[in-house]
């Protein structure tokens, strides 16, 4: 079972910059990591669970509006590691933030999130001004 651990989360000041980690290993049963998708989604405390950002193996990028021109999406495949680099943060970017994984196949739309299998177990985001 493909297990994803995420890290990087911490508290910073408005206008800071974090750089989120999320690390892929375990069995693929049959898939190469080459083959998944694979996605950034953020939950703050009474809020939905919001896509912020997607990459495909076919080199495709997705951002939400929200994150546009300030977060960047990346992967080094041999390291099985998809990164996310948030830049101008804002006290509305504080929330737990999740790494996502699932074979390109399954999936329609990056920023589905009920179509994503295997999660991380979050890391946190504060920031504060």
């Known amino acids: 079972q493909v297990q994803l651990v995420e890290s990087g989360g911490g508290s910073v000041q408005a206008g800071g910059s974090l750089r989120l980690s999320c690390v892929a290993s375990?069995?693929?049963?049959?898939?190469?990591?080459?083959?998944?998708?694979m996605a950034w989604f953020r939950q703050a405390p009474g809020k939905e669970r919001e896509g912020v950002a997607g990459?495909?193996?076919?080199?495709?990028?997705y951002y939400a509006d929200f994150v546009k021109g300030r977060f960047t999406i990346s992967q080094d495949m041999a390291k099985n590691t998809v990164y996310l680099q948030m830049n101008s943060l804002t006290l509305e970017d504080t929330a737990m933030y999740y790494c996502?994984?699932?074979?390109?196949?399954?999936?329609?739309?990056?920023?589905?999130?009920?179509?994503?299998?295997?999660w991380g177990q979050g890391t946190q985001v504060t920031v504060s001004s």
């Open positions: 375990g069995s693929t049963a049959g898939f190469t990591y080459s083959q998944y998708c």
């Open positions: 990459l495909y193996p076919t080199g495709s990028r």
């Open positions: 996502a994984a699932e074979p390109c196949w399954l999936l329609t739309s990056w920023d589905l999130g009920s179509r994503y299998n295997y």
